[in-house]
């Protein structure tokens, strides 16, 4: 019997942070029975979201808001995958200069209409990378990978 799940991890970067927590979270969550994709937003689609059994978004905060390339990807999918996705379990990272809410509430406010299921509140670094923060990331993945092979969520 086949018992690999699917994560998905789409995220974007522009000067390299998300990148670093996307990274982390990867260690993190790789495990014998979990399959990462790992696309960024600009390229990644529906058949990407239909494949997953659980979902990772990682975005800047760019003037309040996910970043563009985010937006672009949650436009792209969403009509394609309403119905389609009812319960998939979610989380995000997000890094910010100062705030970082503007970001996590427009991503939640897209995914609650998709009615995705989320696991945990968002990780959210502002400033420089902390090694705690790189921690949070790796227990992120971890805990997605844990959830998606033991049927948690
Ligand atoms: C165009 C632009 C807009 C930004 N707007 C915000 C913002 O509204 N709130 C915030 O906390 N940080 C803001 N920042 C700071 C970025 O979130 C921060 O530099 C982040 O580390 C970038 O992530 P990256 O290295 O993955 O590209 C902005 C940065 C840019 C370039």
């Known amino acids: 019997m086949n018992t690999h799940k699917h994560l998905l991890i789409v995220h974007h970067t522009q000067s ?5 927590m996307t990274d982390a979270i990867i260690n993190g969550a790789k495990q ?3 399959i990462i994709r790992s696309r960024s937003a600009l390229k990644a689609n529906s058949e990407d979201l239909l494949w997953a ?3 990772l978004l990682g975005t800047p905060e760019n003037f309040g808001y996910m970043s563009g390339a985010m937006k672009h990807f949650l436009d792209e999918v ?3 995958c309403l119905e389609r996705v009812n319960g998939l ?6 890094k910010a200069g100062n ?3 503007g970001a996590k509430n427009s991503i939640e406010k897209i995914l609650s209409g998709l009615s995705l299921k989320k696991i945990q509140d968002p990780v959210i670094a502002i400033g420089s990378l902390t090694e705690s923060v790189i921690k949070e990331c790796e227990e992120l993945g971890q805990l997605m990978a844990m959830g998606l092979t033991e049927s948690i969520f």
């Open 16 to 20: 390299g942070s998300t990148k670093k």
């Open 32 to 34: 014998e029975n979990i």
């Open 53 to 55: 059994d659980g979902l």
């Open 78 to 80: 969403f009509y394609d």
């Open 89 to 94: 379990p979610y989380a995000i990272y997000i």
């Open 99 to 101: 705030d970082g809410t």
